[in-house]
């Protein structure tokens, strides 16, 4: 057994200014190492450095390491954020956002999954009890309907106050609501729609599919934060949500979903879109929450 | 000195201010001052407490008043972001992402106060955590803590960028008596001799670290001075007896099992005793109830 008084059979003992610089991260390298080396087996010189050590500046520096070791931590969503180069600190506050935490996504891509194998499923089925092999789009009709409204979903939990439990934080701190409302969109939208062109892709649609899902969801999604410069984001959310709804149930009834994805939908989208952000733009403020009923 | 006096000269002023929630009027033409130091709120549930600290916290506009914090008007958008650039605020209800690290969720809540630069950033969350006592925590999930790490925790945000005007919503909720005296003991020593206001139920709080003290009750402000102000309102009117006597306004049993009697009449065989800021205040609550 070791006692702390020990002194190393080598050992000739270091001076006090030795040991102070030390402790004071004064010396070389070269001497650094030796000194270290020589502690490390040595329990008198250990002891002999600790009068020397400011226990204040090791306590100082001991937490430092902690956060920095607790705010390096890095999830999936994070890492592939900063593989986009997007700067760290907005990564950290798009790590807050619901929508691209792991469960969610993996919930998106089970909803998806779902759907596309059914449509895949029906598809079979009447084909092969068509003759001709001809089938209409009533297939298409769970996906159609759900494709934007599964990224608009992401982007509702984003700019949602109730799926933000610091939000009365976040609205009594100085950094832009907007920016950090956009920011959070935007992620939300691109990691939905990153599914749901994939199973655009599988499904036994045209092949101009996996594309169709991108301007009417990016309107919808446009459609839903304008109208929460007016209305509550969730009533806002639940409207958009609604107004793509609506349609495709009345295209299904002339069985004809893919209509409105078509060239007139996409139009009809765009046109949306455009009058959406220009909404947004003049009635910004309205996200600069706070200070407000 | 008057409400308004006082008012006038203070660094952080609300005149008239109201504010409704439906047909409840939780502030009512209230004229408050707040200068450098802490200056306790006491009220009951209801009182208005937290709907003040909000709108002090730029996150509720009032439905009438002026509101001035350092001379800045939180009406207008760029002078309203340059308040919250020098507030800290722990909220009653403090919501945490249960996610994230100690040090993770101050992390965020640093960049939220623009505190951009990563070590920056680090070094700033060090030392929160190092005055809240929390800096063997730091990689700890929030989900994990108990109720008072976790207040702890919002004292420990509220506290990020050495904030000029510091809200503390009930920081003492939660807290153990050991916990309670260092969060006193952390208040009254922090920096730059900041504006504080706090509120609380706990009437020791404001007798140990609070050279002002308002008393808020149904929205109005009841009082406005020093703790030693507010107790000596109880003068005269507080009694000690060994039994409950029916007669006076409020009795209760204390822990060297006299009953502690408030009233304006004597009870037979009662000794006065020398009031304290509960006294003053249950008294006021009494008064204000009766109105």
Partial sequence: MTHIHDRAPDCTGYSEKLLAAYAAGKLSSTETWSIEAHVMACATCRSDLSAHVDAERLTRNRSALLVRLATGEAGLARRLLRRCRIPDYLVTLLAATPSLRRSWLLSVAGVLAVVTGEAALVRYDVTSSVPGGYIGQDFLVPFVLLAPLLPLAGVAAAFIPLFDPAYRLAIAAPFSSLTLLLARAVSALTAAMIPVACAAFLLPGPGWLPAAFLLPSLAVCAIALAAGTVISPLAAAIGAGTLWALPVLLLTVSHLPLTIVGWRGQAICAAAMLAAVAVLLVRRDRFEFGWMR | ?291
Avoid at chain 2, 87 to 97: N, S, T, V
Avoid at chain 2, 221 to 240: N, Q
Avoid at chain 2, 246 to 252: G, T
Wanted: hydrophobic share 40%; charged share 20%.
């Fill in chain 2, 1 to 291: 000195m008057t409400v308004s006096a006082r008012t006038m000269a203070a660094t952080v002023t609300v005149t008239g201010l109201s504010r409704s929630y439906g047909t409840t009027r939780a502030l009512q033409d209230v004229d408050l001052g707040f200068d450098r130091g802490i200056t306790g709120l006491l009220g009951p549930n209801g009182a208005g407490k937290t709907t003040l600290l909000s709108v002090l916290a730029t996150v509720a506009e009032p439905d009438a008043g002026q509101v001035s914090v350092f001379g800045l008007n939180p009406r207008i958008k760029a002078e309203r972001v340059a308040v919250r650039r020098r507030l800290g605020y722990l909220p009653q209800e403090l919501g945490y992402h249960r996610h994230f690290t100690v040090a993770g969720f101050l992390d965020y809540m640093a960049i939220l106060k623009e505190i951009s630069d990563r070590h920056l950033r680090a070094d700033e969350v060090t030392r929160v955590l190092t005055v809240t006592g929390l800096e063997r925590l730091a990689g700890k999930r929030i989900r994990t803590l108990s109720g008072g790490m976790r207040q702890r925790l919002g004292i420990a945000q509220a506290l990020l960028g050495s904030p000029d005007l510091l809200i503390l919503d009930e920081p003492t909720a939660g807290l153990d008596p050991e916990q309670r005296l260092r969060f006193r003991e952390l208040l009254s020593d922090l920096p730059g001799n900041p504006v504080i206001v706090l509120s609380t139920h706990q009437a020791d709080d404001i007798s140990a670290i609070c050279p002002r003290v308002v008393v808020l009750l149904h929205g109005q402000v009841c009082f406005t001075g020093t703790p030693a102000e507010l107790a000596t309102t109880a003068a005269g009117r507080v009694w000690a007896a060994s039994k409950r006597d029916e007669s006076v306004y409020l009795s209760w049993r204390g822990g060297d099992g006299l009953w502690r009697n408030i009233g304006d009449q004597r009870p037979a065989g009662a000794q006065a005793v020398t009031p304290t800021v509960e006294d003053g205040y249950l008294l006021l609550s009494h008064a204000a109830g009766a109105r």
